[in-house]
Protein backbone atom coordinates (compact mmCIF):
# COMPACT_ATOMS: atom_id res chain seq x y z
CA UNK A 1 0.00 0.00 0.00
CA UNK A 2 1.21 3.43 -1.03
CA UNK A 3 -0.24 6.74 0.68
CA UNK A 4 -1.04 9.58 -1.52
CA UNK A 5 -3.52 12.32 -2.08
CA UNK A 6 -6.29 12.79 -5.12
CA UNK A 7 -9.79 14.23 -5.40
CA UNK A 8 -12.57 12.34 -3.88
CA UNK A 9 -15.64 12.91 -5.95
CA UNK A 10 -17.84 11.40 -3.31
CA UNK A 11 -16.48 13.70 -0.52
CA UNK A 12 -15.99 16.69 -3.05
CA UNK A 13 -12.67 17.68 -1.74
CA UNK A 14 -8.98 16.44 -1.74
CA UNK A 15 -8.21 13.98 0.28
CA UNK A 16 -5.80 11.01 1.82
CA UNK A 17 -6.10 7.84 -0.81
CA UNK A 18 -3.94 4.54 -0.70
CA UNK A 19 -3.11 2.96 -3.91
CA UNK A 20 -3.22 -0.98 -3.58
CA UNK A 21 -0.32 -2.25 -5.90
CA UNK A 22 -1.55 -5.77 -5.15
CA UNK A 23 -5.04 -4.67 -6.94
CA UNK A 24 -4.11 -1.50 -8.92
CA UNK A 25 -6.84 -0.07 -7.38
CA UNK A 26 -6.72 3.95 -5.80
CA UNK A 27 -9.10 4.06 -2.82
CA UNK A 28 -10.43 7.20 -1.09
CA UNK A 29 -9.50 6.60 3.02
CA UNK A 30 -12.75 8.51 3.97
CA UNK A 31 -15.19 6.96 2.39
CA UNK A 32 -13.72 4.30 0.95
CA UNK A 33 -14.44 5.03 -2.85
CA UNK A 34 -12.68 3.42 -5.30
CA UNK A 35 -11.52 6.45 -7.47
CA UNK A 36 -9.38 4.30 -10.49
CA UNK A 37 -9.03 0.49 -10.86
CA UNK A 38 -6.37 -1.59 -11.97
CA UNK A 39 -3.76 1.28 -12.28
CA UNK A 40 -0.69 -1.35 -12.88
CA UNK A 41 1.90 -1.61 -15.44
CA UNK A 42 3.39 -4.62 -17.40
CA UNK A 43 7.05 -4.37 -19.22
CA UNK A 44 4.84 -5.93 -21.86
CA UNK A 45 3.00 -3.38 -22.78
CA UNK A 46 3.93 -0.49 -24.97
CA UNK A 47 2.71 2.45 -22.20
CA UNK A 48 4.38 0.97 -19.07
CA UNK A 49 3.52 2.45 -16.30
CA UNK A 50 -0.36 3.52 -15.81
CA UNK A 51 -0.17 5.12 -12.37
CA UNK A 52 0.86 8.71 -11.62
CA UNK A 53 1.68 9.48 -8.56
CA UNK A 54 0.55 13.32 -7.61
CA UNK A 55 2.16 15.34 -4.83
CA UNK A 56 0.78 16.87 -1.58
CA UNK A 57 2.25 19.95 -1.66
CA UNK A 58 0.57 20.67 -5.39
CA UNK A 59 -2.98 20.78 -5.56
CA UNK A 60 -2.69 22.20 -9.53
CA UNK A 61 -0.34 19.11 -9.81
CA UNK A 62 -3.32 16.96 -8.64
CA UNK A 63 -6.19 18.20 -11.02
CA UNK A 64 -3.92 17.76 -13.69
CA UNK A 65 -3.03 14.56 -13.05
CA UNK A 66 -5.82 12.51 -12.49
CA UNK A 67 -7.75 13.13 -15.97
CA UNK A 68 -4.39 12.03 -17.81
CA UNK A 69 -4.31 9.04 -15.30
CA UNK A 70 -7.79 8.44 -16.77
CA UNK A 71 -7.40 8.90 -20.48
CA UNK A 72 -4.47 6.24 -19.97
CA UNK A 73 -6.50 3.88 -18.62
CA UNK A 74 -9.03 4.60 -20.97
CA UNK A 75 -6.57 3.09 -24.22
CA UNK A 76 -6.51 -0.25 -25.21
CA UNK A 77 -3.86 -1.50 -23.19
CA UNK A 78 -6.14 -2.01 -20.14
CA UNK A 79 -8.23 -5.09 -22.08
CA UNK A 80 -4.29 -6.56 -22.38
CA UNK A 81 -3.07 -6.15 -18.48
CA UNK A 82 -6.60 -8.23 -18.48
CA UNK A 83 -6.30 -10.67 -20.87
CA UNK A 84 -2.46 -10.96 -19.32
CA UNK A 85 -3.92 -11.74 -15.82
CA UNK A 86 -6.54 -14.61 -17.94
CA UNK A 87 -3.22 -16.06 -19.57
CA UNK A 88 -1.29 -16.27 -16.55
CA UNK A 89 -4.04 -17.96 -14.68
CA UNK A 90 -4.19 -20.30 -17.29
CA UNK A 91 -0.22 -21.03 -17.10
CA UNK A 92 -0.51 -20.99 -13.75
CA UNK A 93 -3.04 -23.91 -13.56
CA UNK A 94 -1.22 -25.74 -16.02
CA UNK A 95 1.94 -25.26 -14.09
CA UNK A 96 3.90 -23.53 -16.78
CA UNK A 97 7.12 -21.51 -16.10
CA UNK A 98 7.05 -18.14 -16.09
CA UNK A 99 9.29 -18.00 -19.63
CA UNK A 100 6.39 -19.66 -21.45
CA UNK A 101 3.72 -17.46 -19.63
CA UNK A 102 5.18 -14.70 -20.73
CA UNK A 103 5.80 -15.12 -24.52
CA UNK A 104 2.53 -16.07 -24.49
CA UNK A 105 1.67 -13.00 -23.58
CA UNK A 106 4.32 -11.71 -26.52
CA UNK A 107 1.93 -13.56 -28.99
CA UNK A 108 -1.03 -12.49 -27.67
CA UNK A 109 -0.21 -8.48 -27.83
CA UNK A 110 1.54 -9.16 -31.61
CA UNK A 111 -1.97 -10.78 -32.41
CA UNK A 112 -3.80 -7.70 -30.93
CA UNK A 113 -1.86 -5.29 -32.35
CA UNK A 114 -2.86 -6.61 -35.84
CA UNK A 115 -6.55 -6.65 -34.51
CA UNK A 116 -6.80 -10.74 -34.85
CA UNK A 117 -8.52 -10.50 -31.52
CA UNK A 118 -11.59 -8.17 -32.45
CA UNK A 119 -14.40 -10.28 -32.99
CA UNK A 120 -13.28 -13.69 -31.97
CA UNK A 121 -13.06 -15.79 -28.98
CA UNK A 122 -10.21 -14.62 -26.91
CA UNK A 123 -10.30 -17.33 -24.48
CA UNK A 124 -9.73 -19.87 -27.19
CA UNK A 125 -6.79 -17.34 -28.67
CA UNK A 126 -5.27 -17.19 -25.25
CA UNK A 127 -5.02 -21.03 -25.24
CA UNK A 128 -3.77 -21.10 -28.56
CA UNK A 129 -0.92 -18.78 -27.35
CA UNK A 130 -0.60 -20.72 -24.88
CA UNK A 131 -0.08 -24.08 -26.69
CA UNK A 132 2.34 -22.51 -29.38
CA UNK A 133 4.56 -20.77 -26.74
CA UNK A 134 5.11 -24.28 -24.95
CA UNK A 135 5.49 -25.48 -28.16
CA UNK A 136 8.45 -22.70 -28.83
CA UNK A 137 10.02 -23.62 -25.70
CA UNK A 138 10.53 -27.03 -25.67
CA UNK A 139 7.70 -28.11 -22.97
CA UNK A 140 4.84 -29.28 -25.10
CA UNK A 141 1.23 -29.76 -23.95
CA UNK A 142 -1.66 -31.11 -25.88
CA UNK A 143 -4.42 -29.35 -26.87
CA UNK A 144 -6.37 -31.68 -24.69
CA UNK A 145 -4.59 -30.38 -22.10
CA UNK A 146 -4.87 -26.75 -22.24
CA UNK A 147 -8.36 -26.97 -23.18
CA UNK A 148 -8.62 -27.87 -19.24
CA UNK A 149 -8.09 -24.53 -18.56
CA UNK A 150 -9.48 -22.38 -21.96
CA UNK A 151 -12.50 -21.42 -19.76
CA UNK A 152 -15.00 -23.19 -21.69
CA UNK A 153 -13.11 -22.93 -25.56
CA UNK A 154 -12.72 -26.08 -27.51
CA UNK A 155 -9.66 -27.99 -28.85
CA UNK A 156 -11.55 -27.74 -32.07
CA UNK A 157 -12.45 -23.59 -31.43
CA UNK A 158 -8.19 -23.51 -29.82
CA UNK A 159 -6.83 -25.45 -33.21
CA UNK A 160 -8.24 -23.63 -35.31
CA UNK A 161 -7.19 -20.03 -33.36
CA UNK A 162 -3.54 -21.80 -33.52
CA UNK A 163 -3.62 -22.26 -37.64
CA UNK A 164 -4.62 -19.20 -37.72
CA UNK A 165 -1.76 -17.43 -35.73
CA UNK A 166 1.09 -19.68 -36.66
CA UNK A 167 -0.11 -17.73 -40.38
CA UNK A 168 -0.69 -14.24 -39.01
CA UNK A 169 2.32 -14.17 -37.05
CA UNK A 170 4.51 -16.42 -39.15
CA UNK A 171 5.38 -18.75 -36.02
CA UNK A 172 7.64 -21.43 -36.87
CA UNK A 173 6.43 -23.74 -34.18
CA UNK A 174 7.73 -27.15 -34.38
CA UNK A 175 5.26 -30.02 -34.58
CA UNK A 176 4.45 -31.61 -30.84
CA UNK A 177 7.49 -34.45 -30.38
CA UNK A 178 5.40 -37.27 -28.89
CA UNK A 179 8.61 -38.45 -27.14
CA UNK A 180 8.51 -35.10 -25.03
CA UNK A 181 5.21 -36.10 -23.48
CA UNK A 182 5.63 -39.67 -23.73
CA UNK A 183 7.56 -39.64 -20.08
CA UNK A 184 5.16 -37.37 -18.56
CA UNK A 185 2.03 -40.13 -20.39
CA UNK A 186 4.17 -43.09 -18.99
CA UNK A 187 4.03 -41.59 -15.40
CA UNK A 188 0.65 -41.11 -15.29
CA UNK A 189 -0.39 -45.31 -15.15
CA UNK A 190 3.64 -45.62 -13.35
CA UNK A 191 5.73 -47.06 -15.54
CA UNK A 192 9.14 -47.69 -14.75
CA UNK A 193 12.77 -46.14 -16.21
CA UNK A 194 13.18 -49.14 -18.36
CA UNK A 195 9.86 -49.16 -19.60
CA UNK A 196 10.06 -45.85 -20.67
CA UNK A 197 12.61 -46.25 -22.33
CA UNK A 198 10.92 -48.84 -24.61
CA UNK A 199 8.59 -46.89 -25.00
CA UNK A 200 10.87 -43.87 -26.73
CA UNK A 201 12.61 -46.60 -28.80
CA UNK A 202 9.46 -48.39 -30.13
CA UNK A 203 8.03 -45.31 -31.05
CA UNK A 204 10.75 -43.84 -33.13
CA UNK A 205 11.32 -46.97 -34.76
CA UNK A 206 7.57 -46.97 -35.62
CA UNK A 207 8.18 -43.75 -37.40
CA UNK A 208 10.20 -45.86 -40.15
CA UNK A 209 7.47 -48.23 -41.06
CA UNK A 210 4.55 -47.15 -43.25
CA UNK A 211 2.11 -46.76 -40.65
CA UNK A 212 -0.58 -43.58 -41.11
CA UNK A 213 -1.39 -42.52 -37.63
CA UNK A 214 -0.88 -39.50 -35.64
CA UNK A 215 2.00 -39.71 -33.23
CA UNK A 216 -0.53 -39.11 -29.97
CA UNK A 217 -2.21 -42.64 -31.20
CA UNK A 218 1.10 -44.51 -32.06
CA UNK A 219 1.96 -43.35 -28.39
CA UNK A 220 -0.71 -45.27 -26.92
CA UNK A 221 -0.65 -48.17 -29.18
CA UNK A 222 3.10 -48.52 -27.65
CA UNK A 223 2.40 -48.02 -24.83
CA UNK A 224 -0.32 -50.89 -24.35
CA UNK A 225 2.36 -53.13 -26.51
CA UNK A 226 5.35 -52.29 -23.75
CA UNK A 227 1.98 -52.64 -21.01
CA UNK A 228 1.72 -56.21 -21.62
CA UNK A 229 5.59 -56.98 -21.82
CA UNK A 230 6.32 -55.26 -18.93
CA UNK A 231 8.06 -57.25 -15.80
CA UNK A 232 5.94 -55.43 -13.41
CA UNK A 233 2.84 -56.92 -12.67
CA UNK A 234 1.07 -53.58 -12.09
CA UNK A 235 1.97 -52.44 -15.72
CA UNK A 236 1.00 -55.36 -17.07
CA UNK A 237 -2.25 -55.47 -15.41
CA UNK A 238 -3.31 -52.06 -17.30
CA UNK A 239 -5.97 -51.88 -19.50
CA UNK A 240 -6.49 -50.63 -22.71
CA UNK A 241 -8.85 -47.75 -21.11
CA UNK A 242 -6.20 -47.01 -19.01
CA UNK A 243 -3.72 -46.77 -21.41
CA UNK A 244 -6.02 -44.21 -23.49
CA UNK A 245 -6.51 -41.72 -21.08
CA UNK A 246 -3.24 -41.48 -20.29
CA UNK A 247 -2.25 -40.77 -23.73
CA UNK A 248 -5.43 -39.03 -23.92
CA UNK A 249 -7.06 -40.66 -26.64
CA UNK A 250 -9.88 -42.11 -27.38
CA UNK A 251 -9.90 -46.40 -26.84
CA UNK A 252 -11.02 -46.68 -30.52
CA UNK A 253 -8.23 -44.55 -31.43
CA UNK A 254 -5.66 -46.49 -29.16
CA UNK A 255 -7.28 -49.83 -31.09
CA UNK A 256 -6.97 -48.99 -34.30
CA UNK A 257 -3.46 -47.81 -34.40
CA UNK A 258 -2.69 -50.94 -32.34
CA UNK A 259 -3.59 -52.97 -34.87
CA UNK A 260 -1.54 -50.93 -37.67
CA UNK A 261 1.35 -51.36 -35.72
CA UNK A 262 1.11 -54.83 -34.60
CA UNK A 263 2.41 -56.46 -37.65
CA UNK A 264 5.45 -54.55 -37.20
CA UNK A 265 6.06 -55.24 -33.60
CA UNK A 266 9.31 -57.59 -34.39
CA UNK A 267 11.37 -54.65 -35.65
CA UNK A 268 9.98 -51.76 -33.89
CA UNK A 269 10.26 -53.22 -30.33
CA UNK A 270 13.85 -53.44 -29.08
CA UNK A 271 15.50 -56.48 -28.70
CA UNK A 272 17.21 -55.65 -25.10
CA UNK A 273 13.81 -55.18 -23.41
CA UNK A 274 12.14 -58.76 -24.56
CA UNK A 275 12.73 -61.74 -26.99
CA UNK A 276 11.26 -62.44 -30.42
CA UNK A 277 9.39 -65.65 -28.99
CA UNK A 278 7.97 -63.31 -26.24
CA UNK A 279 6.04 -61.06 -28.74
CA UNK A 280 3.71 -63.58 -28.51
CA UNK A 281 2.52 -62.37 -25.38
CA UNK A 282 0.46 -59.73 -26.93
CA UNK A 283 -2.89 -59.41 -27.45
CA UNK A 284 -3.77 -60.48 -31.39
CA UNK A 285 -6.00 -57.37 -32.77
Known sequence: MENDSGFCSDCKAYTDVVLDHRSGDTICTECGLVLEERARSDPITDNGVLTVNVSNDNKKAVSCALPRLHKTLQNPDKSLHIAFESLGVMADRLALVATIRDHAKELYKKADNRKFCRGRNCDAIMAACLFLACQEKGFPRTLKEIATVANGASRKEISRMKELLKKILEVDSKTTNVGDLSRRCCSRIGMANQDMKAVLETLNKSEEVDVRRSPQSA???????????????????????????????????TEKAYKDLYPYVSRIIPNWFVKLEDLKKLCVP
Open 219 to 253: LAAVMYMIAQLSNDKSTRDLTLQDVSQAAEVAVAT
